[in-house]
């Protein structure tokens, strides 16, 4: 069976932020092909659509933030430009309804707001102490946000080598290897270790000097 061309993208988005703003919007995107420099820049979401609309055979396109751009995109494609789910049961498409950018809750912001009020408000400890405490925080998360950009090159990289007839990231999928999917509880048990991690490295007493 001969597989339809794929081609595989990595996209961006700009945001509108001003003062006293209400709504979130989308005024730039930009898109380039996996390992080229050929950046094409759109002025707006729909431009951004009609552009990747125009690339032949099946499009694959990384985000960096899918859960942020990601909102963008459902909003975009099942309410403005009216396409239906991929659901029979979703009669009248209008019935769907989104949260503005400013309503939605981050999980993660929430979390690592709440362990670091909590290190904060801690008695019974120095200034210098907690000071040392948030910069062992604001150290740690920087490296998971460094680390998330890695994985994602790695992921990209693994959907464009080819294996035995498809891709690596094909070849080695273990949902279908074991036959089920972590899912959303796998998901949530993974968070709840790496806030764990967070807290030990906090926690992490400083180094005697020599």
Aim: charged share 25%; with cysteine.
């Amino acid at each position: 069976m001969r597989q339809r061309e794929k081609t595989y993208l990595v996209g961006d988005f700009e945001t509108t932020v001003y003062e006293g703003q209400t709504d979130t919007a989308v005024w730039a995107a930009a898109v380039v092909p996996l390992w080229s420099e050929d950046v094409t820049i759109y002025h707006s979401i729909e431009d951004c659509w009609n552009g990747i609309r125009q690339v032949k055979g099946d499009v694959v396109c990384y985000f960096h933030n899918l859960k942020f751009d990601g909102a963008f995109w459902l909003d975009f494609l099942l309410i403005q430009a009216g396409y239906k789910q991929a659901v029979d049961d979703v009669e009248d498409v209008q019935q769907v309804r989104f949260q503005h950018q400013k309503d939605m809750e981050n999980g993660t912001l929430l979390v690592g707001g709440l362990i670091r009020l909590y290190f904060d408000k801690k008695k019974g400890e120095s200034e210098e102490e907690k000071k040392r405490k948030v910069e062992n925080g604001v150290l740690y998360s920087s490296g998971l946000i460094a680390g998330e950009g890695l994985v994602g090159i790695l992921l990209a990289v693994c959907a464009v080598i080819p294996f035995k007839g498809e891709t690596f990231a094909d070849a080695f999928n273990l949902s279908a290897i074991f036959g089920f999917s972590l899912g959303n509880i796998g998901g949530l048990v993974f968070f709840a270790l790496l806030a764990v991690t967070l807290i030990l490295f906090i926690r992490g007493k400083k180094k005697k000097e020599n």
